[in-house]
Each structure stands twice: as structure tokens, then as C-alpha cells.
């Protein structure tokens, strides 16, 4: 009885424990339990969207298909952006809704103030919604060869490069930023290295290329992130080199350039020089590593050849074993074999009465079938019964 006054009960809880003053025995604590509380958060609440996620017009995609066109929306932004948030949702509805999204714009885009509106909200999409910059670069490329509008000021790759290029000026000012400037920087980046792998040019003849300007943009922004090395601008970099490492190489040994070596030095030297932490020295040296493993390229140099005894070791392990009517095994490597396999192949007396699926083919009163005896094993049936007691006795009790 003392020890429950001394119990400290939290104010204002629905438990409630009598306690006797006095009597020779202490009666027990009644309990009333408290009633469960319910969550009041919405299934659509802020916090289960991710940041740049516009979830006003998440509901007209869900009530309309995109195949109305615009019909419903009442501008250009609305549409545009539903279709945006969409895509982040489901980026595997890319390949079957953007053609119509983008015959729904040569009909809405018709002015130089349209388009802009319209690279703006890519590219406002692509650096602050995460992982879009994939999705957003590809949507890019759809839409530079498949948008009609064509203005004076410029048709929709040239209005989007004009965009990066503005963000891409300030770039030294970005990366000495503070760290959300840093961040929304290190988001262009990525953006626009997608961009590079994405994005596709068609050449005078023909040929398909990629933009020669953004791989000039990508190097700038590299020396940018390294002449700040703070740990999330090296990590960025990172992040740049294992996306278009490979590509850049190959485009830059093209021109007889050696640029990647010097990336590469610049690395070496952050690595020795630089007060970043030891997990982002880590992840630059293995940057290096990968990078000596031709960015984990493997190249084949011999075509395939077909197994045989003479040029695989393990030519015999890989062929079944046998076993005569004796006992004696026989394999592969026995002269006779494929004239013995040969045989058992053609075989078509086994389990005649069986599919290959193992379905039971066999009629009543065959002889084979008949001769199986349903019964149990007296001794086993004894103890069985003996088990069945026990355990119904024990359940019982």
C-alpha cells in the first residue's frame, strides 16, 4: 500500500487504481483502460508528399485520363503541371501518355510567352522535385522534336538551354552558397548532366548527337565544385563523374583531349589537400578506382565458342551420369555415351500411364494401381491411435 502512494500517476490519465488505507489485505488495482486515440492525419496530408510536389491538381488526373486533352483545365500551367506530377508518381506511364500530352500542346502552345511558361515549369520540375531529373531530361528530348512552335525567340531546346545557361553563370556564386543555394546548385547539375546523356541532336545528315555545349557546361561546373571542396559539393561531383564519366572520356579522347586525367589529378590532389571528411575521401578514391576499370566497362575480346571437350575442362561436369543395369555408372566422357543417352531418349515405355506433368492417367482396375495397398501398418496405426488420445487428453485439460 505504500509503495502504490508513492507511484507517481501521470495528471489527467484515464487510469484509475484504488488503493486501500487500511485492511488486512490490499484489494486489487482496477483498471479502466483508455480508449484508443485515432489518427486525424489525411491519407493526402503534406507530409507524405515530396518537397515540389504539387498536390492541388493531383486530383483532375485522377478523375480524367489525359487522353481528353486540356478539356477541364483552365490553363496552361494547370495541365502542364498535373501532367509533371503525374509522371513523378508514374514514371512507367512515360512511353503511353506522352504522345498525347504532347499533341494536347502544339494545340495549347502557340506563343512565344506559352513556351517559356512551358520550359519553365520542366525545368522548375527537374531541379526540385527529387529524381525527376531523369524523367524531366527525357521529357525534354520528347518535346524538342516533337513541339511544332517554332518562335523568333527561339524553339523549345534553344529556350531550355537559354534557361540552364542562366542558372549555369552563377555557378561559382552557388557553390560557395550557403547550404541551400549549394543544394538547389547541385540539383542544376545533375539536371543538366542528364540533359547530356538525354538529350539528342539531329545533325544535317542525319546523325544523332548530343549537345556539344553541355559537355563544355559539364567540365566548367566540375572546376566550379572543386574549387569548393566542402563535402557536399565533392559529393556532387561524385554523383557527376559515375553519371557521365564514361561519356565524357570517350567524347573528349575523340577530340584528342585528355580532360579526364586532369579531373582525375584534380581529384588525387582534393584527396590530399582538402579538410573534407574521410567518407568523402573514401568515395573520391573509389571514384579513381572505378575510373581505372574504364568505369567498369567490360569489353569482350574473343567471340563466343561453343563448349567442347578440347577447349572446356569442365566439358564432362556439365552432362548427366547414367548408370548401367549393373550399378556401373557411365558419363559423357565414355565412348558410348551418346549412343546409350540416344536410347534412353527414345524411350516411351516409361510411365505410360503418367503426362509429363505428372497427371494421373491411369483408369479403374489397372493392374498396377490395384495392387497398391491403402491400408495402414498395424504397428503404425497403433501408435497413431495412441497419439490421437494424447493429444486429445492433454487438450482437455
Known amino acids: 500500500s505504500e509503495h502504490l502512494r508513492q507511484t507517481r500517476i501521470p495528471a489527467g490519465s484515464q487510469d484509475k ?30 507530409e507524405f508528399y515530396p518537397s515540389g510536389y504539387n498536390q492541388n491538381f493531383s486530383q483532375n488526373f485522377a478523375d480524367s485520363s489525359f487522353e481528353d486533352g486540356y478539356d477541364g483545365y483552365l490553363t ?21 501518355e506522352i504522345e498525347q500530352f504532347a499533341e494536347t500542346l502544339n494545340g495549347w502552345v502557340t506563343t512565344d ?26 521529357l525534354c528530348n520528347y518535346l524538342s522534336h516533337h513541339l511544332t512552335i517554332s518562335p523568333q525567340s527561339g524553339n523549345f531546346r534553344q529556350l531550355l538551354l537559354q534557361r540552364c545557361r542562366t542558372e549555369f553563370e552563377n555557378r561559382d556564386e552557388a557553390a560557395k552558397g550557403d547550404e541551400v543555394t549549394r543544394k538547389q546548385f547541385h540539383a542544376f547539375v545533375l539536371f543538366l548532366a542528364e540533359l547530356y546523356l538525354n538529350l539528342e541532336i539531329k545533325g544535317t545528315k542525319g546523325q544523332v548527337t548530343r549537345a556539344e555545349i553541355l559537355q563544355e557546361g559539364l567540365r566548367e561546373l566540375l572546376n566550379a565544385l572543386f574549387s569548393n571542396p566542402v563535402d557536399n559539393n565533392l559529393i556532387c561531383a561524385v554523383k557527376l563523374l559515375k553519371l557521365t564519366g564514361s561519356v565524357l572520356e570517350d567524347a573528349w579522347k575523340e577530340k584528342g583531349k585528355d580532360d579526364m586525367s586532369e579531373v582525375i589529378q584534380r581529384i588525387e590532389n582534393v584527396v590530399l589537400d582538402a579538410n573534407c571528411s574521410r567518407d568523402v575521401k573514401h568515395m573520391l578514391l573509389k571514384l579513381v578506382e572505378l575510373r581505372s576499370s574504364n568505369w567498369g566497362r567490360v569489353l569482350g575480346t574473343s567471340s563466343h565458342t561453343e563448349a567442347t571437350p578440347e577447349n572446356d575442362p569442365n566439358y564432362f561436369m556439365n552432362e ?75 487438450r482437455k485439460q
Open 76 to 96: 496552361l500551367v494547370e495541365y502542364v503541371q498535373d501532367f509533371l506530377n503525374h509522371l513523378a508518381e508514374q514514371p512507367a506511364c512515360f512511353e503511353t
Open 320 to 394: 548427366p551420369t547414367f548408370y548401367t543395369s549393373d550399378g556401373v555408372p557411365f558419363t559423357a566422357a565414355d565412348p558410348d555415351y551418346q549412343e546409350k543417352y540416344q536410347e534412353l531418349l527414345e524411350r516411351e515405355d516409361w510411365f505410360p500411364d503418367y503426362e509429363e506433368n505428372g497427371t494421373d492417367l491411369s483408369g479403374a482396375g489397372d493392374p498396377y494401381f490395384d495392387d497398391i495397398d491403402d491400408e495402414m501398418d498395424p504397428e503404425i496405426e497403433e501408435a497413431y491411435e495412441k497419439f490421437c488420445l494424447e493429444s486429445e487428453h492433454e
Open 113 to 138: 510567352e506559352a513556351l517559356q511558361e512551358l520550359v519553365e515549369l520542366i525545368y522548375q520540375q527537374a531541379t526540385s522535385v527529387p529524381n525527376f531529373s531523369y524523367m524531366g531530361a527525357r
Open 17 to 46: 487504481v484504488s488503493v486501500p488505507d487500511s485492511g488486512p489485505e490490499m484489494a486489487k488495482p482496477q483498471v479502466a483502460v483508455a480508449p484508443v486515440v485515432m489518427s486525424k492525419l489525411s491519407v493526402k496530408a503534406p
